[in-house]
């Protein structure tokens, strides 16, 4: 019979359509503004820079070393590295951004620049409504807008952050026993260097590398402190 | 809209049936001979595009009609290039991957693997079981979501406004929820990487998945209760575009379009790349080549696609995600070239890249199958109607991202 197929569909059609007043799973539409669905916990749309700490600028991450910047690839990233250095959550002196912005406008929230960090200083934000009528500054963020805690970063990306939180605390606890380890080595071998006493002492150069792990033979350390708490600021003030 | 009259072909256009032998150029030829007035029919010239509702994306066709019968068709592209492969040249291995996503916009990941594939050739990466697992059920949840959205656009164009498409994009929705809990991203998933994928799958995600799947062939029952047997739908596609076997083959035509032709060709048997030879599933073959085979492939490739899944989602092993030798940066390929394809949605997608040891490709070439399967457009729509040609046009399932990069 003619029509057959088209009053089948139309029932399928009707169906769902009184269904929808009494099944939930057919009536799939949520009124946007009013009502919002939670965003899954790995929902990303722009970059932001991580703080520790009450103040930002203090608290900053990011060392300024720009590789987020080269690899980013539709280049919206702009960074200047500063000239001086400032004691990082280790305490160890590091560069830090002069400058830095993200041309939101430009970016295509890929993500790379988080993977490519090798300080967990970038990370991906969440909020999407972010429409401006300025054309030309409104979309170009510099890092006060940027700055970002790690309380936002822990409330937005929960399981992702306490796994980071905790590699962090893995390297500072590392770092602090390699410098304490260090103070160590340099209390023994001044130690010894005192007990030998036949020789005179060796020509105090401060340590030139970087590293803390160097046991320096000279007798900066004095042989009188055993390692005690005056352990990473210290030993790490050399360079 | 501009008009103009010129004379009709050499050839009657109501005689036109899609041949072999594509003649666009001797048929100009033809045409402007005839313009001087030994054939008295008159052609109307007009552009479809670039922004008619029907067309997908920015596309443009220039239709030269006798009537209402198309004599004449050109497709006219370009409107959304955007350097894909020159930018891919002058960046590293992983900032094309992004740029992936952005060729075939509806189906990402399908692309992302795509790409992969050629960087692993190229690098000799080997990909962790698991990896596999999770880009075999990524390909082919994205294969169920564009094939929906595929035949809700092709019956919104045979003028079913509005309802097959709104239940088609309901089903897609669910894969795009899960595609967002994955990668965090509905569309620009940006999930694979050289030797693995990017993240482990969040807790409960596989469950989702299963679930989603479980219920997927209630989608497909429902809409064939909305069409089967349909008879407007019936007289739209029935014998309308077309397109031969032969044709198919030279034309170099691949995907669901060449199976409808009637060709088994399909890269997850032929190449069995990653994991496919470990599952059970059938292809679908067309026996006439038009619009309805073409629409009724995409409904039976659906139900092989939650076959894939099932079997996908039982064998899942747990383990690593990443080949330890892969690594984000300074990632220098050795010289020498590789070619990597997989049957995406579309046809089949490869991309040909040559290394000269440095930390980008020297040469990027995409082979996408949105721009080859659209080369046979005016075959299939010459000698039918106007209002055929946006409905063979849906059938072929371009996306301009890709056809343009």
């Given at each position: 019979m003619l029509g057959e197929g088209i009053a089948k569909g139309l029932a399928e059609t009707a169906r769902n359509f009184f269904g929808s007043y009494v099944s939930k799973e057919r009536l799939t539409t949520v009124q946007f503004p009013e009502e919002r669905l939670p965003q899954p916990e790995a929902a990303r749309d722009f970059p932001f820079l991580v703080y520790d700490g009450p103040d930002w600028q203090a608290g900053l991450r990011c060392v300024g070393c720009q590789i987020c910047e080269?690899?980013?690839?539709?280049?919206?990233?702009?960074?200047?590295?500063?000239?001086?250095?400032?004691?990082?959550?280790?305490?160890?002196p590091?560069?830090?951004?002069?400058?830095?912005?993200?041309?939101?406008?430009?970016?295509?929230?890929?993500?790379?620049?988080?993977?490519?960090?090798?300080?967990?200083?970038?990370?991906?934000?969440?909020?999407?409504?972010?429409?401006?009528?300025?054309?030309?500054?409104?979309?170009?963020?510099?890092?006060?807008?940027?700055?970002?805690?790690?309380?936002?970063?822990?409330?937005?990306?929960?399981?992702?952050?306490?796994?980071?939180?905790?590699?962090?605390?893995?390297?500072?606890?590392?770092?602090?026993?390699?410098?304490?380890?260090?103070?160590?080595?340099?209390?023994?071998?001044?130690?010894?260097?005192?007990?030998?006493?036949?020789?005179?002492?060796?020509?105090?150069?401060?340590?030139?590398?970087?590293?803390?792990?160097?046991?320096?033979?000279?007798?900066?350390?004095?042989?009188?402190?055993?390692?005690?708490?005056?352990?990473?600021?210290?030993?790490?003030?050399?360079? | 809209m501009s008009a103009t009259a010129t004379g009709s072909t050499a050839t009657g256009p109501t005689a036109i049936r899609p041949t072999a032998t594509p003649e666009i150029a001797?048929?100009?030829?033809?045409?402007?001979?005839?313009?001087?007035?030994?054939?008295?029919?008159?052609l109307l010239e007009i552009s479809l595009g670039p922004h008619h509702p029907s067309t997908h994306g920015v596309f443009r066709m220039d239709v030269s009609l006798d009537g209402e019968r198309i004599v004449k068709l050109k497709p006219v592209f370009g409107y959304l290039h955007r350097n894909h492969e020159k930018i891919a040249e002058t960046a590293s291995y992983l900032a094309a991957m992004p740029y992936t996503d952005?060729?075939?916009?509806?189906?990402?990941?399908?692309?992302?693997?795509?790409?992969?594939?050629?960087?692993?050739?190229?690098?000799?990466?080997?990909?962790?079981?698991?990896?596999?697992?999770?880009?075999?059920?990524?390909?082919e949840l994205t294969r169920l979501q564009n094939h929906a959205s595929t035949i809700g656009f092709l019956i919104q164009e045979m003028g079913a406004s509005g309802t097959p498409l709104m239940y088609a994009f309901r089903e897609r929705e669910k894969i795009l929820d899960l595609f967002e809990s994955l990668s965090g991203s509905r569309m620009m998933c940006n999930y694979m990487r050289f030797g693995g994928c990017r993240v482990e799958l969040p807790a409960g995600w596989l469950d989702e998945v299963r679930k989603v799947v479980a219920e997927f062939p209630r989608f497909l029952d429902e809409f064939e209760r909305l069409l089967a047997g349909n008879e407007i739908l019936m007289a739209r596609t029935q014998g309308v575009g077309v397109l031969s076997k032969e044709l198919a083959i030279q034309g170099g035509i691949t995907g669901p379009i060449l199976r409808a032709s009637g060709v088994n060709y399909d890269i997850r048997k032929v190449?069995?790349?990653?994991?496919?030879?470990?599952?059970?599933?059938?292809v679908p073959i067309g026996a006439h080549g038009d619009v309805y085979d073409r629409y009724m492939i995409r409904m039976l490739e659906m139900r092989e696609s939650v076959k894939i899944l099932e079997q996908a989602l039982r064998d899942i092993p747990s383990g690593p995600i990443m080949d330890p030798k892969s690594k984000i940066?300074?990632?220098?390929?050795?010289?020498?070239?590789?070619?990597?394809?997989?049957e995406s949605p579309k046809g089949e997608l490869g991309f040909y890249l040559i290394s000269d040891g440095s930390p980008n490709p020297y040469r990027?070439?995409?082979?996408?199958?949105?721009?080859i399967n659209l080369t046979v457009l005016e075959d299939m729509c010459r000698g039918y109607n106007l209002a055929d040609t946006v409905v063979i046009f849906g059938t072929i399932d371009i996306v301009l991202g890709e056809v343009d990069r």
């Amino acid at each position: 019979m003619l029509g057959e197929g088209i009053a089948k569909g139309l029932a399928e059609t009707a169906r769902n359509f009184f269904g929808s007043y009494v099944s939930k799973e057919r009536l799939t539409t949520v009124q946007f503004p009013e009502e919002r669905l939670p965003q899954p916990e790995a929902a990303r749309d722009f970059p932001f820079l991580v703080y520790d700490g009450p103040d930002w600028q203090a608290g900053l991450r990011c060392v300024g070393c720009q590789i987020c910047e080269k690899e980013c690839p539709p280049k919206c990233i702009y960074i200047e590295k500063s000239k001086d250095k400032k004691p990082d959550a280790l305490g160890k002196p590091q560069f830090y951004p002069a400058v830095f912005n993200i041309d939101i406008s430009v970016c295509m929230s890929c993500q790379i620049c988080v993977e490519v960090c090798p300080f967990e200083a970038i990370k991906m934000d969440t909020e999407f409504e972010l429409s401006t009528d300025d054309r030309f500054g409104g979309l170009l963020w510099d890092k006060s807008q940027l700055a970002k805690s790690n309380e936002h970063y822990n409330k937005i990306h929960p399981t992702e952050a306490a796994e980071v939180d905790a590699r962090l605390a893995e390297e500072k606890a590392k770092a602090e026993a390699k410098a304490k380890a260090a103070v160590q080595a340099a209390a023994q071998a001044a130690a010894k260097a005192a007990e030998a006493k036949a020789s005179p002492a060796p020509p105090s150069a401060p340590p030139s590398g970087s590293a803390p792990s160097d046991s320096a033979p000279s007798g900066s350390a004095a042989p009188s402190a055993p390692a005690t708490s005056s352990s990473s600021s210290t030993v790490a003030k050399n360079d | 809209m501009s008009a103009t009259a010129t004379g009709s072909t050499a050839t009657g256009p109501t005689a036109i049936r899609p041949t072999a032998t594509p003649e666009i150029a001797t048929q100009e030829i033809a045409g402007k001979a005839a313009a001087a007035g030994d054939n008295p029919g008159e052609l109307l010239e007009i552009s479809l595009g670039p922004h008619h509702p029907s067309t997908h994306g920015v596309f443009r066709m220039d239709v030269s009609l006798d009537g209402e019968r198309i004599v004449k068709l050109k497709p006219v592209f370009g409107y959304l290039h955007r350097n894909h492969e020159k930018i891919a040249e002058t960046a590293s291995y992983l900032a094309a991957m992004p740029y992936t996503d952005r060729l075939d916009y509806m189906c990402s990941l399908s692309n992302n693997w795509a790409y992969a594939l050629s960087v692993e050739k190229l690098a000799g990466l080997q990909v962790p079981e698991r990896a596999e697992y999770i880009r075999v059920i990524t390909a082919e949840l994205t294969r169920l979501q564009n094939h929906a959205s595929t035949i809700g656009f092709l019956i919104q164009e045979m003028g079913a406004s509005g309802t097959p498409l709104m239940y088609a994009f309901r089903e897609r929705e669910k894969i795009l929820d899960l595609f967002e809990s994955l990668s965090g991203s509905r569309m620009m998933c940006n999930y694979m990487r050289f030797g693995g994928c990017r993240v482990e799958l969040p807790a409960g995600w596989l469950d989702e998945v299963r679930k989603v799947v479980a219920e997927f062939p209630r989608f497909l029952d429902e809409f064939e209760r909305l069409l089967a047997g349909n008879e407007i739908l019936m007289a739209r596609t029935q014998g309308v575009g077309v397109l031969s076997k032969e044709l198919a083959i030279q034309g170099g035509i691949t995907g669901p379009i060449l199976r409808a032709s009637g060709v088994n060709y399909d890269i997850r048997k032929v190449d069995k790349y990653g994991i496919y030879d470990r599952f059970d599933f059938k292809v679908p073959i067309g026996a006439h080549g038009d619009v309805y085979d073409r629409y009724m492939i995409r409904m039976l490739e659906m139900r092989e696609s939650v076959k894939i899944l099932e079997q996908a989602l039982r064998d899942i092993p747990s383990g690593p995600i990443m080949d330890p030798k892969s690594k984000i940066r300074g990632f220098r390929p050795k010289a020498g070239e590789a070619y990597g394809r997989i049957e995406s949605p579309k046809g089949e997608l490869g991309f040909y890249l040559i290394s000269d040891g440095s930390p980008n490709p020297y040469r990027y070439r995409v082979r996408p199958p949105s721009l080859i399967n659209l080369t046979v457009l005016e075959d299939m729509c010459r000698g039918y109607n106007l209002a055929d040609t946006v409905v063979i046009f849906g059938t072929i399932d371009i996306v301009l991202g890709e056809v343009d990069r």
